[in-house]
């Protein structure tokens, strides 16, 4: 792992509330140039929230993000227009465009952001695809391909621009064990080609295990354990040895419990 001294992300003090329910509760967390940093947690303990908040999809209650030093909190979208450009973004279902080709996938950000003639874009997208293992695909639509190939094409179009940090949401979800490992393996190999920083949402311990240098384990809205896949399976928190060691919650289910965070109140 590479490593600076001043982080490419520096998140400071997050907060976010959906109505009167607290879903990141000071968030603070500081990502170095060259990582790969995996966010993990239980379903619904705001993993994706702070991935969206990060990529600047969504706004904070309160808090802020610095990307590269400059707090895209405070930043209009046309002001973050920059530092999208040098940011890649695989989502959990590939999101590629099913009336559009493969190829024209992974070139839409090079026609959307540049001003490169098309015979140039064409080329780079034929070297993305290539990069991903789906060289020859570029006249398929998505529907042609199985749920692993439309991971690498979208993972193809979230590297067109040859981005500094890659996020992934779930790069593994819906996929069977030998083609997620394909996919965790496809990552590393992309990370040592670009130097890119990577962060990871997942709940896939396996994946984590392979492709993890830090992981930061949420739960309930907090960063309950930062560190190495060792120093956390090694952990002394009660929690993080639940997830780790993969302990069920007792089968008990208090009914008025569940009501109330159907409806978003807590006991606070």
Known sequence: MTTSKQPIIDIQDLVTYYGSRKVL???????????TLTILGRSGCGKSTLLRHIIGLSKPTGGRIFIKAQDITTLSEEDM????????MLFQGGALFNSMTVGDNVALPLREHTELEDSTIKIMT????????????????????SGGMKKRAALARAIAMDPDILFCDEPSAGLDPIVA??????????????????????HELESVYLIADRVALLDEGKIIALGTVDELKNSDNPKVQQFFRRIPDPEKIDKDSYLKSLIGETDE
């Open 25 to 35: 509760d000071g968030i603070n967390l500081k990502i170095f140039p060259g990582e």
């Open 81 to 88: 227009l920059p530092i999208r450009r040098k940011i890649g």
């Open 126 to 145: 034929r070297m993305k695809l290539d990069q991903v293992g789906l060289a020859g695909f570029e006249d398929f639509l998505p529907s042609q391909l």
């Open 181 to 202: 490992v394909g996919i965790d393996n496809l990552i590393l190999k992309l990370k040592k080609a670009f130097r890119m920083t990577i962060v990871i949402v997942t």
